[in-house]
């Protein structure tokens, strides 16, 4: 579960009566797909013939490039969560990431979803030592667009402890 109860206004779209601005939704799309995409080795590694995973994260690109409808861009999200299921670990993980960053585009909030899976898939995978999941955080805080840094930032302070504390200082 990493949506919260109460949604934040700042991330939802101005459209469905929040304050998101697209120009802000397409820059959490392409972080979200950043985020995936940095993990995207430890999936391809166990299942390097399983390309839906790839996928969902070109589709948040694309869907952000605005050359791809939502529902489009959220199926490959589907699609990657479905190839993440059979499996376990960093794998599993990464798949998610992958999932969640597609869905950016029809729920903005799906990007701490990819960057929490993303920092979970790094400590499963056990290569990085004890402090591997604080480095992919703060690897993906460096990639933050200037625009939405301080939205990501206390999003990440209010919705950590459903994001699996994989924000934590």
């Known amino acids: ?3 919260p109860e109460v949604r934040d206004p700042r991330l939802v779209t101005i459209r469905r009566g929040g ?27 166990e299942q390097p013939s399983d390309t839906r995973v790839r996928e ?7 869907w952000a490039g605005g050359t791809l409808p939502m529902v489009r861009a959220r199926a490959c999200g589907g699609h990657a969560m479905g190839a993440a299921r059979p499996l376990r670990g960093a794998a599993r993980y990464a798949a998610y990431a992958a999932g969640q960053a597609a869905c950016v585009a029809h ?3 799906h990007d701490l979803g ?20 604080r480095v992919e955080r703060d690897w993906q805080r460096g990639r933050l667009p200037e625009r939405v840094r301080a939205l990501v ?9 459903i994001c699996f504390c994989a924000f934590d200082d």
């Open 56 to 62: 969902a994260v070109e589709a948040a690109r694309v």
């Open 1 to 3: 579960m990493i949506l």
């Open 107 to 109: 729920v903005p909030e």
């Open 19 to 45: 304050t998101l601005t697209d120009e802000d939704h397409r820059l959490l799309a392409l972080w979200a797909a950043e985020c995936a995409e940095h993990v995207l080795h430890l999936f391809e590694g």
């Open 153 to 161: 930032l206390q999003d990440q302070a209010r919705r950590n402890a």
């Open 114 to 133: 990819a960057a929490a899976y993303a920092i979970r898939a790094v400590r499963a995978a056990g290569t990085g030592g004890p402090g591997a999941g």
